[in-house]
């Protein structure tokens, strides 16, 4: 993709970055915390695609020097390089055993990658330190990764509704360009029309409503968490650079009776007065509203 105002270094960066060991591990990610293979209601994407896409988006924000432009592009495309196996369930248990979430363990991913990924981004010419700074929200353009919308959720929810098999959620009324193209390096110049935002959040609110009440979802999401916190204890740092399959193959390994009860539906959710009340703070915190 070649976009006005992008150089050569710009437009090439996602591609090298997708060939490095750390972006090639997202391809056994799922966009959706609870993978397809275990929950057949969700999107089919991977976070590989996802990261690639949201690193060419970045390609189309207007503004800033060349510096800069490429900081965002390499933020963008690496953005979930720091994800555990099964994304945000395993976050707790990251924080509690490793220290941070998964926008702080970028730098984990690069210490831990088995070759020397860091050098693509000294190749072009970026300090390790101020890329992570973007990532852990303590940058001038985190906000570009961390906004309402924002270049990460704008694909995110884009291709969650286009990739659940059958389509319950309908067409997007939105496209990520009409996000990525509204928004600048030059913070005070945002151009993002209120028509486009509220049609992005009408459909983060359809995405995050359909997940927090698709019951398999959720009992998934229930028992991989709970098996992670039994778990605790025989995690090592090793095992948040796993895969989806290789950690549940690990889990299923060590708690055998919790994974034939998950692999044969036997677990359910009982809609006591708790579980209500919980799925509601979880729907209040997820509205748009409540996140700007």
């Given at each position: ?63 800033g020097?060349?510096?800069?432009r490429?900081l ?9 390089a ?15 055993i ?24 000294e190749?072009y ?23 309402f919308?924002d270049?990460?959720?704008a ?20 496209v ?8 600048s ?16 959040a ?7 409503s ?6 398999h ?44 009860g998950?692999s ?6 009982f ?10 703070d979880?729907l209040r ?8």
């Open positions: 993709m070649i976009v006005l105002g992008t150089n050569s270094s710009q437009t090439s960066l996602p591609e090298d970055l997708s060939e490095t060991s750390i972006v090639q591990r997202l391809k056994h990610i799922t966009l959706s915390a609870v993978p397809s293979w275990l929950g057949p209601n969700v999107a089919t994407a991977s976070r590989f695609q996802h990261s690639i896409a949201v690193g060419r988006l970045s390609l189309l924000v207007s503004g020097n060349n510096h800069d490429l965002l592009t390499a933020a963008a495309t690496l953005h979930d720091g994800d555990g196996p099964f994304p945000h369930i395993s976050d707790q248990t990251m924080k509690e490793l220290g941070f979430t998964h926008e702080g363990a970028v730098r984990f991913a690069f210490e831990h990658s088995p070759v020397e990924d860091h050098k693509i981004l190749k010419g970026l300090d390790l330190d101020e890329f992570c700074a973007v990532l852990e929200g303590q940058h001038d353009l985190s906000p570009l990764l961390y906004g919308p270049l990460d959720n694909d995110n929810i884009y291709r969650f509704m286009t990739t659940v098999p059958g389509k319950p959620l309908g067409k997007a009324s939105y990520p360009s009409e996000v990525a193209s509204s928004m390096l030059d913070l005070d110049s945002q151009n993002m029309p209120d028509g486009l935002k509220r049609r992005w009408g459909d983060f609110e359809k995405v995050y359909y997940v927090w009440n698709d019951g979802n959720m009992i998934c999401w229930t028992m991989l968490g709970r098996a992670l916190r039994m778990l605790k204890e025989e995690l090592t740092p090793s095992f948040f650079r796993l895969t989806n399959r290789e950690a549940y193959n690990f889990m299923k390994l060590k708690l055998p009776r919790w994974a034939d998950l044969k539906g036997r677990y359910k959710i809609m006591d007065k708790k579980f209500v009340e919980l799925r509601g979880a915190l997820t509205h748009p509203s409540n996140l700007a």
